[in-house]
C-alpha cells in the first residue's frame, strides 16, 4: 500500500460506476493547415482502448500509418486526437463512419502526423458515488493549494498488477517478446521504482520539500535541471513553481542527483537492484518525473450520484492518484 500524503481518507466512494463518471478531455493545441498528407480526426470513445480506437479508424479510412499523442483510459468516456497518413489520398469521408463505441467529432487536414506527447494536459470529469460534497471539501481545498504525490496510477500495472509480475519474469528469462510489450513492461518496472521512491519520500514528508541534491523538474517535466541556491530552491518549490523529481532508472545521463537525494534514492533502489541493472543493460535512457503535481482548476459540486470533481492534470499524470487521496474509493469497472 503506498502511503498517503494527507493522511488515510476516512470517506469512501466508488468510481466508474458508469462510463459517463469518468471523463477525459486531452487538451491540444493546433492551428491546421488544411492541407497536407494527414488527416486528423478528433473522436469520442467509450469503453475502448485507444490502440482498439486505432484499429477501427485505420480500417476504416485505410491508412498505411496512425498515430496518437497518447493513452487513454480504456472505462470510461475520452476524447482525443488521432493522425492518419493518406499518401496523397483524398480525406476519408468520416461523416459516414459508424461505430457504436466510437464516434468522430471533428476532422481536420494538416501537413504533419500527430507525435507522441504532443499534447500537454488531460481534462477530468469524475463523479465519485456515493459521497457527500462536504465530506471532501477540506481535502479539494488541501489538495488544489499543494498538490498530490506523482504516482503512477494502478492501470500502469495492470489488473492485480498482472503487468508487473509478468515484466519481472520477462526481464529474468530474457526470452524475445514484441516491441509493444517491451515498452510496455520496461515502463512499467520504470514506475514501480519511481513509485518506491515517492512512497518514501511521503513517508518521510519531503515529497514537496527539496533535499540538497535534488533535480528539480517544471510542472510538465520536460525541462530537468539543478538549483545550486538551496534558499532560491525552496522558494520556487513553495510557490509551486517548480518540483523535486524522481528517478525513472535506466543509463544515467549528465545529470544525476546528488547528496541527501541520492542517498534516499539508491537506499530505495537497493532493494531492486537486479530491475536497475537490467534497464541499464537493456540501454534504457534514465529520466525524471515530477514527485509533485498541482492539478490546474480543481473544482467539486454535488451532483446526483454523488460528488462531481473537475480538474486538468499534465501529460502522464493520474487521476486515480488525485483521487485516492481523497476518497477510499472501489473500482466497479476494473481497470485494465
Known amino acids: 500500500m503506498l502511503p498517503y500524503a494527507w493522511g488515510e481518507p476516512t470517506v469512501r466512494g466508488q ?11 486531452e487538451t491540444l493545441d493546433l492551428e491546421f493547415t488544411g492541407a497536407g498528407e494527414f488527416d ?17 479508424l485505420q480500417q476504416f479510412s485505410g491508412a498505411r500509418d496512425i498515430s496518437y499523442s497518447g ?18 489520398q483524398p480525406s476519408a469521408d468520416w ?34 458515488a456515493g459521497v457527500e460534497h462536504g465530506h471532501i471539501a477540506a481535502r479539494i481545498e488541501r489538495i488544489a493549494e499543494h498538490g498530490f504525490p506523482n504516482y503512477f496510477g494502478e492501470q500502469r500495472f495492470g489488473r492485480e498488477g498482472n503487468n508487473l509480475e509478468q515484466a519481472r519474469r520477462w526481464l529474468t528469462s530474457r526470452r524475445k517478446v514484441s516491441r509493444f510489450k517491451r ?5 512499467v518496472l520504470r ?15 519531503n515529497w514537496n520539500k527539496p533535499l540538497d541534491g535534488d533535480l528539480f523538474c517544471l510542472g510538465d517535466g520536460n525541462s530537468v535541471f539543478q538549483e545550486s541556491d538551496s534558499a532560491l530552491a525552496k522558494a520556487r518549490v513553495e510557490a509551486g513553481e517548480i518540483h523535486p523529481s524522481g528517478p525513472l532508472p535506466g543509463k544515467v545521463g549528465r545529470t544525476h542527483v546528488t547528496e541527501e537525494a541520492l542517498a534516499l534514492e539508491d537506499s530505495v533502489l537497493a532493494a531492486e537492484e537486479g530491475v536497475v541493472a537490467a534497464l541499464v543493460d537493456r540501454r534504457v535512457d ?20 454523488g460528488c462531481l ?8 499524470c493520474f487521476a486515480t492518484a488525485l483521487v485516492r487521496e481523497l476518497i477510499d474509493y472501489q473500482t466497479v469497472t476494473p481497470s485494465v
Open 40 to 56: 486528423w480526426v478528433y473522436v469520442e470513445k467509450r469503453e475502448l482502448t485507444t490502440p482498439e480506437a486505432a484499429e477501427l
Open 71 to 88: 493513452m487513454k483510459d480504456k472505462d470510461g468516456i475520452t476524447r482525443q486526437w488521432f493522425s492518419l497518413q493518406m499518401l496523397g
Open 286 to 305: 534514465a529520466a525524471r518525473r515530477p514527485l509533485r503535481v498541482l492539478p490546474l482548476g480543481l473544482t467539486a459540486r454535488a451532483t446526483e450520484p
Open 191 to 205: 514506475a514501480h521504482l519511481f513509485n518506491s521512491v515517492v512512497a518514501e519520500r511521503v513517508r518521510q514528508g
Open 309 to 316: 470533481i473537475e480538474f486538468s492534470l499534465p501529460r502522464g
Open 15 to 25: 468510481l466508474r460506476v458508469e462510463p459517463e463518471h469518468f471523463q477525459v478531455t
Open 95 to 128: 461523416s459516414t463512419f459508424d461505430h457504436p463505441a466510437l464516434k468522430v467529432l471533428d476532422s481536420q487536414r494538416h501537413q504533419r502526423k500527430l507525435r507522441r506527447g504532443t499534447h500537454r494536459y488531460n481534462h477530468f470529469q469524475l463523479v465519485l
Open 183 to 187: 515498452g510496455l513492461w520496461l515502463s
